[in-house]
Structures are given as C-alpha cells and as structure tokens.
C-alpha cells in the first residue's frame, strides 16, 4: 500500500486520540490498548503493526509509553501521547530513528 505523508499523518493522530475523529470514535479504544499491550513472544510488539518501545529498547530517547508503526523503505509514523506528538519520517535508515526522534524531542521541549 502507498499513501501520502499527510494519509500517514492522519492514521498516527487517529491513533494519537484514541481511535476518535472529531466527534466519532472510529476505533475501539478497547482494541486499542490491546495492540499497545507487548505481546508474549516479543514484548516490544503489539499487534497488527504496532512497535512497542518497551524498556526504552528501540527508542531510548522517547518516553517508554510511545510506539511506532514501520513499513517498508522504513517509512514511520511515530505516536507520542506523553508528548501529543505524531511524526512522519519517510524512506531513513532505520538506525537513525532514535537520533531523529531524540532531536525531534529537544526541539519541543525548548
């Protein structure tokens, strides 16, 4: 599947609000908390794509309670509810994603 920046964007703050637009809830926020729960085999994932920055192991420069969804070409969409953040990064080498997010982070808080 190929969408926009902007479609990424929309899926992250759909996440970010709890599976709300505006005034209807699109998502179930049960469903929700589940796929933000670590799963058993692999506690730093959730389920249906969600990557879980449990520990702070993938991410330690993000808060603990973010995650993130990944697709090829390491096109991310970021979700930061401690910080009521969504990041867009598209097509970047994976192992830049902590020094981008940390930056992207140092950025807000000045």
């Given at each position: 599947m190929f969408i926009s920046a902007r479609d990424m964007a929309r899926f992250g703050l759909l996440h970010l609000r709890d599976g709300?637009?505006?005034?209807?809830?699109i998502l179930s926020?049960?469903?929700l908390e589940m796929a933000r729960t670590p799963g058993e085999a692999n506690d730093r994932y959730g389920f249906m794509n969600f990557f879980l920055n449990t520990g702070q192991r993938a991410?330690?420069?993000?808060?603990?309670s973010a995650y993130y969804h990944l697709g090829?070409?390491?096109n991310m969409v970021y979700v930061d509810q401690?910080?009521?953040?969504?990041?867009?990064?598209r097509w970047f080498?994976?192992?830049?994603?902590n020094d981008f997010i940390g930056q992207v982070l140092a950025a807000i808080e000045e």
């Open positions: 709300a637009w505006g005034d209807r809830q926020r049960a469903w991410l330690p420069a993000a808060p603990e090829a070409g390491t401690e910080n009521d953040l969504v990041v867009v990064a080498r994976q192992g830049a994603m």
